[in-house]
């Protein structure tokens, strides 16, 4: 399966990603998770790209589609892959339907998780990241076993810098230019509509029941 997650900042797509990896075996791609690491790890790309993420703006598309691409060139995606956080911007679904065109290998389906944006703030000020494993917490509504600590590596969990109210200010408004891509997907029939208002389990129940008959 081809699976895309799209979705407001904060709507739930990295937790149901969790849980779709662990289920049904494809593999996690997240651009925000892979601009985070080689921001981390001090590479060429990850100093590119820091001044976008701190302040909330999005990464140039020429540069997210080229390390998208060489992304889903790994053997792990040959079979399948969830996406999250890209497409972001028409420029990049049509780069996306070219790469996935030449390949043979068409999008199965987009979960497009929808919320209304007044709860957003309360999720994204309260999310926390495991620095080792990057799972993903909230202090009230996903609290860990342990304060400050991952449940399932005993990593360090951390706030992330963009995660502050003037930057989610900025990523609520960069969201414009993901909006058509609802329109875009819906267009060719394959955009499923999810309602990430309610439980974590339910809105993953949801997921499943979309998924079920598109499953090999
Ligand atoms: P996204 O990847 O779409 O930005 P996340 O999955 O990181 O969103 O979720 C944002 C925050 O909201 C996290 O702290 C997460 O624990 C929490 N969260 C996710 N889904 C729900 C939900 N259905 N109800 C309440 N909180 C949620
Ligand atoms: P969230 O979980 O809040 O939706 P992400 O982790 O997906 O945020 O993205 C964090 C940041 O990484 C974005 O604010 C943007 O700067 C950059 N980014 C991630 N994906 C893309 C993309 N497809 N195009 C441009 N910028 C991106
Ligand atoms: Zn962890």
Known sequence: MQLMLLGLPGAGKGTQAER?????????????????KAIAAGTELGNEVKAYLDSGRLVPDELTIRVVRDRLEQSDAKDGFLLDGFPRTLPQAEALDATLGSMERPLSAVLYIHVPQDVLLARLTGRRICKSCGSTYHVVFQPPAAEGVC?????????????????????????????PLVGYYQQ?????????????????????QILSPLRR
Request: aromatic share 8%.
């Open 188 to 208: 060719r029939g394959i955009l499923h509509q999810v309602d990430g208002t309610r439980s974590i389990d339910d809105v993953y129940a949801e997921i499943r």
């Open 20 to 36: 779709i990896t662990a289920d049904y075996g494809v593999p996690h791609i997240s651009t925000g998770d892979m601009f985070r």
């Open 151 to 179: 449940d399932k590596c005993g990593g360090e969990l951390y706030q992330r810098s963009d995660d502050t109210e003037e930057a989610v200010a900025t990523r609520l408004e960069q969201y414009a230019h993901t909006a």
